[in-house]
């Protein structure tokens, strides 16, 4: 099943990365839309490595991996398109905006949440995946607070905002996807990890058309 829900995940992935390469790498598009194209890209490195680890007789559950790299990666061009692209258009700083800042805390907390019940509790959970683990949850704290703050931040000026909320809802379903698929890997469980890939398939499955739509709604 292993290899069946990363295959699952790797053409999504690799569809998704086609589709935004034909639409966004050219002259004068939108480097945010390109920075979520280069994630895919990560993605589907991540799971062409795993499968051919799988492939080739090795095995996820005996530790690091690096199709655990793509994941990272992923979640690094999703926070850099936020914080780098959107969020000073979005934010413009105001002090009267400071609740929704705060509140935005709300998807990173949950993560470190759901981190110490899911890894640190259980005693007999082996020490790399509570390390592993532990970057994991770090780098979707970063990605998500972007996610979350451009769902809910108030859209007073330029209308990017509520253009991309779509966009940024699957945002936060990714991340928590990805964290139960690595909690799954953790138990060695492979039914919940195949169900976690068709959803995380799904989710970036949508991604692409999602921006595309968000962009030319922002720009007609």
């Excluded at 690094?76 to 705060?102: C, H, P």
């Amino acid at each position: 099943m292993y290899l069946i829900a990363n295959i699952i995940v790797c053409v999504c992935a690799i569809g998704g990365f086609v589709y935004g390469g034909a639409q966004f790498f050219q002259p004068k598009k939108a480097l945010y839309a390109q920075m979520i194209t280069l994630s895919l890209g990560c993605i589907a490195f991540g799971r062409i490595f795993n499968i051919v680890r799988l492939l080739t007789g090795g095995s996820l559950t005996d530790g690091f991996s690096l199709g655990f790299l793509g994941m990272i990666g992923s979640l690094m061009f999703f926070f850099s398109a936020n914080y780098g692209t959107v969020d000073s258009i979005v934010d413009e700083g105001l002090k009267q905006y400071k609740n929704y800042r705060l509140l935005a805390l709300a998807a990173p907390f949950m993560a470190a949440v759901m981190y110490v019940g899911l890894f640190l509790i259980d005693t007999e959970m082996l020490f790399i995946y509570q390390l592993l683990g532990a970057v994991l949850t770090v780098f979707i704290m970063l990605a998500t607070y972007y996610h979350m703050k451009h769902m809910i931040f108030p859209d007073v000026d330029f209308g990017i905002g509520k253009c991309l909320r779509p966009y940024n809802l699957l945002g936060l379903l990714y991340a928590m996807s990805i964290f139960v698929e690595f909690y799954a890997l953790s138990q060695d469980n492979e039914l919940f990890t195949l169900i976690s890939c068709i959803a995380t398939g799904l989710i970036i499955s949508l991604m692409i058309p999602t921006i595309v739509r968000g962009i030319k709604k922002w720009t007609t």
